[in-house]
Nanobody, 118 residues
Framework: QVQLVESGGGLVQPGGSLRLSCAAS????????MNWYRQAPGKERELVAT???????NYEDSVQGRFTIARDNAKNTVYLQMNSLKPEDTAVYYC????????????WGQGTQVTVSS
């Protein structure tokens, strides 16, 4: 059983920054693919950033250059540094852990609210 706990969300003004953290339980963190998703009210959940076990990263186009995903395997933690925040970044942000070659190994956190005021 894997548990993911997000933290770091809150209210920030446009142009500001937040750093989200996701702490994972379990012994397979270091071989996992970690993702950050977000979902705004009335919208589909979208993939924001991905980091592989080898540290390769990918970003959704709208956050490229503003957000950075990183992982600390010693702490079983993944981070999302969010800079130059825009109102359209407002959403619930979810941490996700997958090991693609292990069937049904797919875990989600409960989400943390990020609100960028106008």
């Amino acid at each position: 059983q894997v548990q993911l706990v997000e933290s770091g969300g809150g209210l920030v003004q446009p142009g500001g920054s937040l750093r989200l953290s996701c702490a994972a339980s379990g012994s397979r963190f270091s071989i996992s693919v970690m993702n950050w998703y977000r979902q705004a009210p009335g919208k589909e959940r979208e993939l924001v950033a991905t980091i592989t076990s080898g540290g390769n990263t990918n970003y959704e186009d709208s956050v490229q250059g503003r957000f950075t995903i990183a992982r600390d395997n010693a702490k079983n933690t993944v981070y999302l540094q969010m800079n130059s925040l825009k109102p359209e970044d407002t959403a619930v942000y979810y941490c996700n852990l997958r090991i693609p070659w292990v069937p049904d190994y797919d875990y989600w956190g409960q989400g943390t609210q990020v609100t960028v005021s106008s």
